[in-house]
């Protein structure tokens, strides 16, 4: 059982490498993520990825992935780096970090 008390749900941080900045990747990353009843955050790194913490059903966290990965008009995404963790609960939605 995770914190949030689900049993099917996941937390995973999702690295992007690629033309992910100055794409709007971020934004329709968020969308997307509300879409599909994902909470957590994403944001812009220094060196040019982009990267997010993702919290939500295990199939929902999967469609995101494959439509970051995809989907995103103007982004080219080269590879992901994933590392799956506990869900914390602590996030009500899905927002943009600076």
Known sequence: MTASGRVDEVGIRLVFTGRVQGVYFRANTKEEALRLGLRGWVRNLPDGRVEAWVEGDRHAVGQLLEYCKGDIPNAQVDMVDMEEGTPSGDYP?????M
């Open 93 to 97: 939605s899905f927002e943009i970090r």
